[in-house]
């Protein structure tokens, strides 16, 4: 199985940044693309970021120069910093990472949600 832990939200003042990580554990044999989804209250989950193995990025229009994503291959983590945040960047922020583990086939996993506060 695979693990997924979020740290870094917080609250910010809209023009701020923060910086989210998330770590991967457990049995894990490989993981391919990794990226951040967010759902804010009473909206559905949506992308933010997603970062293959490879390095290659594809990120929401409504982030796009302001967020950069990226990762570490050798320590399964996968970052995103987050630049001129807006109010409407408000929501908890979720980890996914598409990984084959140990007698496993390949799966989505997901991350418990950290919250990304952004104040006016």
């Known amino acids: 199985q695979v693990q997924l832990v979020e740290s870094g939200g917080g609250l910010v003042q809209a023009g701020g940044s923060l910086r989210l990580s998330c770590a991967a554990s457990?049995?894990?044999?490989?993981?391919?693309?990794m990226g951040w989804y967010r759902q804010a209250p009473g909206k559905q989950r949506e992308l933010v970021a997603t970062?293959?193995?490879?390095?290659?990025?594809n990120y929401a229009d409504s982030v796009k120069g302001r967020f950069t994503i990226s990762r570490d291959n050798a320590k399964n983590t996968v970052y995103l910093q987050m630049n001129s945040l807006k109010p409407e960047d408000t929501a908890v922020y979720y980890c996914?990472?598409?990984?084959?583990?140990?007698?496993?086939?390949?799966?989505?996993?997901w991350g418990q949600g950290t919250q990304v506060t952004v104040s006016s």
């Open positions: 457990g049995s894990i044999l490989l993981i391919n693309v």
């Open positions: 970062i293959t193995r490879g390095g290659s990025t």
């Open positions: 996914k990472a598409n990984a084959i583990a140990w007698r496993t086939d390949w799966n989505d996993y």
